[in-house]
């Protein structure tokens, strides 16, 4: 079977979607810049989803750089980073587990934020089901395997402790678009979770036939 016919399969259609909608909300936590709208609009028709269809219209009305900036910008009202909401672990350490799923991806993102940003963590997802589809679609189940177990784990560690106290912070600011894509992201990322530590290693390191184009240490 050729990668376009298996591209049509019901689980690789949602991976695709999923990539879509994690791409989607990275992009409305991303600074409004020249084009920014255009990718917006273009993968909101690739995403149904009610709770960022709602951002997007909000988005329509509201978004612009100045206000991101006062909201979201350096020395703005709210802090888009994960360890302004980790106070106690270490944000070198954080640093360093996030970049340790970063590499181990090949996630390189074009951008001017840290790594620990909200869009960045959201499109690293985004990328995770993405590659994860492609994998399946090549028929590689021990590839797709990888990214499967790698991605929940991501999400529970790192995005999920950073996007639902966010949430509480961007809704007290009545900015009606990023309080609505908060609260996407934040119900993507599953129940609220405890504080806890990080510090383990994200995911067992590849050996050096590993397909992923993984990074050894």
């Known amino acids: 079977m050729t990668e376009a016919a298996t591209l049509t399969g019901p689980r690789i259609q ?70 302004s909401y980790r106070r106690m672990n270490d944000p070198g350490q954080i640093l360093s587990d996030i970049r340790a799923f970063y590499e181990a991806f090949a996630f390189g993102p074009e951008t001017e934020e840290a790594p620990d940003h909200i869009a960045v963590e959201a499109g690293f997802l985004g990328y995770l089901a993405l590659k994860e589809a492609y994998a399946r679609a090549r028929g590689s189940e021990e590839e797709a395997e990888i990214v499967s177990q790698a991605a929940p784990r991501f999400r529970q560690e790192h995005l999920s402790t950073l996007a639902w106290p966010l949430t509480d912070r961007v809704e007290k600011t009545e ?38 184009e993984c990074t050894q240490e």
């Open 175 to 212: 900015v009606q678009y990023l309080s609505l894509a908060a609260r996407a992201l934040a119900h993507r990322t599953g129940p609220r979770p405890p504080t806890h530590p990080v510090g383990e290693s994200p995911l067992p390191l590849c050996d050096s036939a590993c397909p992923l």
């Open 14 to 83: 949602e991976l695709l979607g999923e990539a879509a909608a994690w791409r989607l909300l990275g992009l409305l936590f991303e600074r409004p810049r020249e084009g920014w709208w255009q990718e917006v609009e273009s993968l909101r028709r690739e995403v149904r989803d009610a709770e960022i269809s709602a951002a997007v219209e909000a988005a329509r009305e509201e978004a612009n750089e100045g206000l991101y900036l006062a909201l979201l910008g350096p020395g703005g009202v709210v802090s888009p980073r994960e360890v």
